[in-house]
């Protein structure tokens, strides 16, 4: 609706790149209608007319990016004419797109699931953001890499830590400095330490509970035999997982192979924030009381970490027990806050 109302009352200019017709065609300026699965050439072709015609910021480049030399050496390699032919998108269509995005700045790139859910992903992702920041779009109001996410609120977990290679705010875990100044915050025992390992992907652990590497799952919220790519592969991985404990609202593909089952509260049933694209946090208010015995996941994972720490046989400092000590959603945002 808001981009609609940006085109129709405002008179911003819409590229839609997509191998369907969808509805925001009808407002599109231009509608890149490329092969399925060629979105990284499509991107790159973008990105060689753009260079080859001066339009990149230079001085962004020079002082935010790094390993430009090399990146300018592969997207020369995609001409118009060869872009052209992987996409099916005609050169003069590539052309009139790198020229509006170059003309008209700043400019937003907003994605969904047909970018991210797809076997090259992450490097689709990787390829908007280098065309962001060769326009010098980043950072800056109106700009930006704006993913629309498949589930509510997968903007706020992440931005919280729920990766397997950085803490909250994207910091490193590899860092030294990073993994000390959370170590502290979080009330570490001297001597425990923070691993400065990087953790598994969701498609690393599932091979990784097949081969036994990974004895545990703890699956919060997620139903992975329909959102994996490979369904029968994740029925084997589970099948083949010692334990699994399946934290969800509603049965799903996924709960039989679990060996318990926690009910979470829906977002309707308890308070909470949601962080949008715009990484604006939202207040969500309970409206209806959650049934039987159903938790909000606040507290189902509050209690199930001081279950942990009583039961690890390690020396826990006093810290780490108070800081699971939550009562209320209140404390848990006051906490994010620090």
């Not at 715009?278 to 209806?288: L, T, V, Y």
């Amino acid at each position: 609706m808001r981009i609609r109302q940006a085109v129709r009352q405002r008179g911003a200019v819409l590229i839609v790149a997509d191998p369907r017709r969808i509805d925001l065609t009808d407002f599109a300026t231009l509608h890149l209608r490329h092969k399925s699965g060629t979105d990284i050439a499509l991107v790159n072709g973008l990105m060689h007319i753009i260079l080859a015609n001066g339009w990149e910021d230079k001085e962004f480049i020079a002082a935010r990016t790094e390993g430009f030399e090399d990146f300018k050496a592969l997207i020369e390699t995609y001409t118009p004419e060869r872009a052209a032919e992987i996409t099916g998108v005609p050169v003069e269509q590539l052309q009139q797109a790198a020229e509006i995005l170059a003309v008209n700045k700043p400019a937003a790139v907003l994605w969904a699931m047909g970018i991210t859910q797809h076997t090259t992903g992450t490097h689709n992702v990787m390829s908007l953001a280098n065309l962001q920041m060769l326009l010098g779009n980043m950072g800056v109001p109106g700009g930006g890499t704006n993913p629309l996410r498949g589930q509510n609120n997968v903007q706020g977990a992440c931005d919280l830590g729920g990766l397997p290679n950085v803490y909250p705010g994207y910091q490193k875990v590899t860092l030294p400095e990073n993994r000390e100044k959370f170590a502290k915050a979080w009330g570490v025992a001297t001597g425990d330490g923070l691993s400065d390992q990087v953790g598994l992907t969701a498609t690393e652990m599932m091979p990784a509970a097949a081969d036994g590497e990974l004895k545990v799952l703890y699956i919060l919220g997620e139903n992975p035999i329909m959102s994996e790519p490979d369904t029968n592969h994740i029925r084997h991985c589970l099948e083949t997982c010692d334990f699994i404990l399946l934290q969800e609202i509603f049965p799903s593909e996924t709960s039989p192979y679990a060996d318990i089952l926690l009910p979470g509260a829906s977002f309707a049933e308890k308070d909470g924030t949601f962080t949008n694209t715009e990484r604006r946090i939202q207040m969500g208010h309970k409206a209806i009381k959650s049934p039987g015995e159903a938790k909000p996941d606040w507290w189902i994972t509050a209690e199930l970490a001081k279950h942990v720490l009583a039961g690890g046989g390690r020396q826990i400092a006093e810290a780490t027990y108070s800081g699971w000590d939550y009562e209320n959603p209140a404390q848990v945002m006051g906490r994010i806050a620090r």
